[in-house]
């Protein structure tokens, strides 16, 4: 076995080791550290992945896919399916973002057990449990494996919100379960569509089409591209996200905005476009309506939310609008905008999320018409949600400026009538989520504190500035230097564009 089939195996075996760990591991914050120790380990083994011979834009011909390592082991014979695994440019960005958040999330726990649920130890083990479906799904190179690994997911989300939430956490734990299984049923049917015409589920080989006919792509792309929407979410199939992320506790929160909603938006890349390109072709204009319906409805919705975790959640349906509008213009500036849009969302709403969750713990209250004057009594922290709403509205030389301001340039660049309106109206929806976040601000930062606001405490706990850091860092670094992802997936990304004309 090479290096890379073994980091392969090891990215996904540690976190679900570690989850049978923690769960004998005596003594409850003992449990805790081994979790955060393994959580640790798994971004070791994902951050190398990155080693081999690729080069940064050297890219060959056809296959669109070219794995840098690659495992492919016979996993049901009689079926022909395959214990197939890969990562490439496209994948091994959020495959990093991934394994990076749930160690923040997991030494968050070491502080502080969010109250209403069981032991610190079973949230851990949920978190490194969904690491393992949310990796797999990223890695996944046969679509029956991808399915499974889309579906491991859905259970300890689940568990993580009902169990450890807010007053109302188990309807929006039930919401979020029916939606999920609604996109599965259709992601099943895609998937078995695609497979029965086709006689493999090997995604290389799919990939471009495989001489499914115009019919079947359409119908495939149909049934995956809503599955897809659902996880993304894409607007009107979004209304379970702002009660999720309103009532899950902080970590919750900080996984299902920084990595969880990415399934749906890579799935749509390598799965729905990649494997039905006539599909996205025919669907494009379609696609790139509803993007901007989420830009505009995400935005318009900010304007008017009075509660802290909610406005964020909202903000996340207007930001994957941009990545949408990305990958439906099928061009490789597009495509790289998604891509890139899709890590700097996960950095910063995941810093987001920390910092709402960190003013809601202190003053035990998110409205924001009782939270005023936090500069006054937190200026630390007032400080580092200023640099986290900028930076998530778009402020040039950081993170969040690129994907949106390409996925612009993109939709202009495709001509048109239909695409530069579609352009225009997306960059109404950027002004907008300026207005929106610099109300915020106002609003939270600025005034005479409130009495929830008066009472906080001006010091930050040391594990909060360690699970910070990384995601301040790396919105500056992205920011300044967007060939950190761009440069990887540029080669895949041509290569996928290549077998969409």
């Given at each position: 076995?090479?290096?890379?089939?073994?980091?392969?195996?090891?990215?996904?075996?540690?976190?679900?080791?570690?989850?049978?760990?923690?769960?004998?591991?005596?003594?409850?914050?003992?449990?805790?550290?081994?979790?955060?120790?393994?959580?640790?380990?798994?971004?070791?083994?994902?951050?190398?992945?990155?080693?081999?011979?690729?080069?940064?834009?050297?890219?060959?011909?056809?296959?669109?896919?070219?794995?840098?390592?690659?495992?492919?082991?016979?996993?049901?014979?009689?079926?022909?399916?395959?214990?197939?695994?890969?990562?490439?440019?496209?994948?091994?960005?959020?495959?990093?973002?991934?394994?990076?958040?749930?160690?923040?999330?997991?030494?968050?726990?070491?502080?502080?057990?969010?109250?209403?649920?069981?032991?610190?130890?079973?949230?851990?083990?949920?978190?490194?449990?969904?690491?393992?479906?949310?990796?797999?799904?990223?890695?996944?190179?046969?679509?029956?494996?991808?399915?499974?690994?889309?579906?491991?997911?859905?259970?300890?989300?689940?568990?993580?919100?009902?169990?450890?939430?807010?007053?109302?956490?188990?309807?929006?734990?039930?919401?979020?379960?029916?939606?999920?299984?609604?996109?599965?049923?259709?992601?099943?049917?895609?998937?078995?569509?695609?497979?029965?015409?086709?006689?493999?589920?090997?995604?290389?080989?799919?990939?471009?089409?495989?001489?499914?006919?115009?019919?079947?792509?359409?119908?495939?792309?149909?049934?995956?591209?809503?599955?897809?929407?659902?996880?993304?979410?894409?607007?009107?199939?979004?209304?379970?996200?702002?009660?999720?992320?309103?009532?899950?506790?902080?970590?919750?929160?900080?996984?299902?905005?920084?990595?969880?909603?990415?399934?749906?938006?890579?799935?749509?890349?390598?799965?729905?476009?990649?494997?039905?390109?006539?599909?996205?072709?025919?669907?494009?204009?379609?696609?790139?309506?509803?993007?901007?319906?989420?830009?505009?409805?995400?935005?318009?919705?900010?304007?008017?939310?009075?509660?802290?975790?909610?406005?964020?959640?909202?903000?996340?349906?207007?930001?994957?609008?941009?990545?949408?509008?990305?990958?439906?213009?099928?061009?490789?500036?597009?495509?790289?905008?998604?891509?890139i849009g899709n890590v700097a969302h996960g950095v910063i709403t995941g810093l987001l999320f920390f910092l709402a969750g960190a003013v809601k713990d202190r003053a035990h209250t998110g409205v924001l018409a009782e939270l005023s004057g936090l500069r006054e009594t937190a200026p630390r922290l007032a400080g580092l949600l200023g640099f986290a709403a900028v930076a998530s509205l778009g402020l040039p030389g950081l993170a969040g400026f690129w994907g949106e301001a390409f996925a612009v340039v993109a939709a202009v660049g495709r001509g048109g009538p239909l695409?530069?309106?579609?352009?225009?109206?997306?960059?109404?929806?950027?002004?907008?989520?300026?207005?929106?976040?610099?109300?915020?601000?106002?609003?939270?930062?600025?005034?005479?504190?409130?009495?929830?606001?008066?009472?906080?405490?001006?010091?930050?706990?040391?594990?909060?500035?360690?699970?910070?850091?990384?995601?301040?860092?790396?919105?500056?670094?992205?920011?300044?230097?967007?060939?950190?992802?761009?440069?990887?997936?540029?080669?895949?990304?041509?290569?996928?564009?290549?077998?969409?004309?």
């Open positions: 076995m090479s290096l890379g089939e073994f980091l392969l195996v090891a990215v996904l075996a540690l976190p679900a080791v570690g989850a049978a760990l923690v769960a004998v591991v005596p003594g409850d914050r003992a449990a805790r550290w081994v979790g955060t120790a393994v959580a640790g380990l798994a971004l070791v083994g994902a951050v190398l992945l990155v080693l081999g011979d690729h080069g940064w834009f050297g890219y060959g011909p056809a296959p669109a896919v070219q794995p840098w390592h690659r495992v492919d082991l016979p996993w049901v014979p009689g079926l022909d399916l395959r214990f197939h695994l890969g990562v490439d440019g496209i994948s091994w960005p959020l495959v990093v973002l991934t394994a990076l958040l749930t160690l923040l999330c997991c030494g968050y726990t070491v502080r502080k057990v969010p109250d209403g649920g069981g032991s610190g130890r079973a949230l851990v083990a949920l978190l490194l449990v969904v690491e393992v479906g949310i990796l797999g799904t990223f890695l996944a190179l046969d679509l029956v494996l991808f399915f499974a690994f889309f579906e491991v997911v859905l259970l300890p989300m689940y568990a993580i919100i009902a169990g450890w939430g807010g007053a109302d956490r188990r309807r929006a734990a039930r919401k979020f379960a029916l939606y999920t299984l609604f996109g599965s049923v259709l992601l099943l049917v895609g998937v078995y569509v695609v497979v029965a015409a086709a006689g493999t589920a090997d995604i290389v080989a799919l990939t471009g089409g495989a001489g499914l006919s115009r019919g079947t792509q359409l119908a495939a792309f149909t049934l995956l591209g809503l599955a897809f929407a659902v996880k993304a979410p894409l607007w009107p199939l979004h209304s379970w996200l702002p009660d999720a992320h309103t009532q899950a506790p902080t970590v919750g929160s900080v996984v299902l905005a920084g990595v969880l909603l990415k399934m749906g938006t890579y799935g749509l890349i390598r799965v729905a476009v990649g494997v039905a390109p006539e599909g996205a072709r025919w669907a494009a204009p379609v696609l790139g309506v509803l993007a901007v319906a989420a830009i505009l409805v995400g935005s318009l919705v900010c304007l008017a939310q009075r509660e802290l975790k909610r406005l964020i959640a909202y903000s996340s349906v207007g930001h994957m609008g941009f990545v949408l509008l990305g990958v439906a213009t099928l061009t490789a500036t597009g495509i790289q905008a998604a891509l695409w530069t309106t579609l352009a225009v109206l997306a960059a109404v929806g950027g002004a907008l989520t300026a207005a929106y976040f610099l109300r915020l601000l106002r609003q939270l930062t600025h005034g005479r504190p409130s009495p929830a606001v008066d009472r906080l405490t001006p010091g930050l706990a040391g594990v909060e500035l360690t699970s910070w850091a990384p995601l301040v860092l790396l919105a500056l670094a992205v920011g300044f230097a967007p060939t950190l992802v761009l440069g990887w997936a540029a080669g895949p990304v041509d290569a996928l564009v290549g077998v969409l004309r």
